[in-house]
């Protein structure tokens, strides 16, 4: 059973672009959250997707936006990269709002740099 | 959300056993306490999670006292592949939390060191 898996691995672009990362859910899950990771912090809660749509959203500006399929793999897109928008970026996936288990599992990430 | 409070860092030798504690003086009555691993450009791993008292399981021990207001996360006789950033996390992801399960709020950990 594969767990959860983003690509690509690692991306470099250039100040103003824009950027889609994906990610696939682990068997059976259908909620997934997408963090930001800087070097040396904890990683930080962009937003969560459940049925298609943005549930929940943390502290972050309308430059990041995301999607979910009915397949309940999710893209994160991120417009007009700052150099600060380098980071770590984690999508996280969930059994359904209706399990015990609350358990987040956790990808490998992407390695995002902007220069 | 409540806050934590843990140490930056902590070193220990091999097979020993160790102690990482955490504060969170602010939680709620539908708070759990949840521990989170990660290694170096891994996405974190989750640990352990409990709301009072004892939790145990095959990894580590989650001790909580009655006030609750701090919990250790208890790591027996650990190796060099124990070496990761530990994260503790509040909030509320219990069983019965709904749609609020899986906005996590991680803050910078406690990066443990085992040394030979």
């Known amino acids: 059973d594969a767990g959860v898996t983003q690509s690509p691995t690692h991306l470099i672009k250039t100040r103003g672009q824009q950027v889609t990362l994906r990610c696939s859910p682990k068997?059976?899950?259908?909620?997934v959250s997408w963090y930001q990771q800087a070097l040396g912090q904890g990683p930080q809660f962009i937003f969560q997707?459940?049925?298609?749509?943005?549930?929940q959203r943390g502290n972050f500006p309308d430059r990041f936006s995301g999607h979910q399929f009915p397949n309940y793999s999710s893209e994160l897109n991120v417009n007009a990269l700052l150099l600060g928008d380098s980071a770590l970026y984690l999508c996280?996936?969930?059994?359904?709002?209706?399990?015990?288990?609350?358990?987040?599992?956790f990808g490998q990430g992407t390695r995002l740099t902007v220069v | 959300l409540a806050k934590t409070t843990q140490p930056i860092s902590m070193d220990s030798y091999e097979g020993q056993e160790v102690n990482i504690t955490c504060s969170h003086n602010n939680i709620a009555t539908n708070d759990y306490i949840t521990w989170y691993q990660q290694f170096p450009s891994q996405g974190p791993r989750f640990i352990i999670q409990g709301y009072k008292t004892k939790v145990t399981n095959e990894v580590a021990s989650l001790f909580i006292p009655a006030d609750r207001k701090s919990s250790t996360l208890s790591l027996p006789r650990v190796s060099l592949s124990d070496t990761a950033v530990y994260y503790c996390?509040?909030?509320?992801?219990?069983?019965?939390?709904?749609?609020?399960?899986?906005?996590?709020?991680f803050g910078k950990g406690t990066k443990l060191s085992v040394i030979p």
């Open positions: 997707y459940y049925e298609e749509e943005e549930r």
């Open positions: 996280a996936s969930s059994q359904p709002l209706d399990s015990v288990n609350t358990e987040a599992f």
């Open positions: 996390l509040v909030g509320d992801t219990g069983p019965d939390s709904g749609a609020g399960s899986y906005q996590l709020t």
């Open positions: 068997s059976g899950h259908d909620t």
